[in-house]
């Protein structure tokens, strides 16, 4: 008598309660997926924070004016090299 209500009492604990062993899986898994994304984004930040630090010198923001933008000085000429396999040709915008 006391092993059936032994069993039904861990049935009862791990699949129907509210703090079910399902239950807490699935939060596991939803905590590890926040953690990664978590990471994601601080790996980001970081990038972002080296993009803001180069880009507060004067030649850094130059660079990226040029390679960008395609700006240039007075009395410069730039010469855009593209290669073959960098132009779209016409069935890419089809």
């Keep these: ?4 209500i032994f069993i039904v009492f ?4 791990l699949f129907f309660d509210a703090n ?3 239950i807490h899986h699935e939060l596991n898994s939803e ?3 926040l953690e990664d994304e978590r990471d994601y984004y601080k790996k980001e930040i970081l990038k972002d924070k080296k993009a803001i630090k180069a880009l507060s010198t004067e030649e850094g923001l130059e660079r990226l004016a040029r390679e960008k933008y395609y700006m240039k000085r007075e009395n410069e ?3 855009i090299i593209e290669y073959e396999d960098s ?4 069935e890419d915008y089809e």
């Design 1 to 4: 008598m006391y092993v059936l």
């Design 10 to 13: 861990g049935v009862w604990m």
């Design 20 to 22: 079910s062993y399902l």
């Design 31 to 33: 905590m590890n997926d």
């Design 77 to 79: 000429e730039i010469y």
């Design 87 to 90: 132009i779209k040709s016409q």
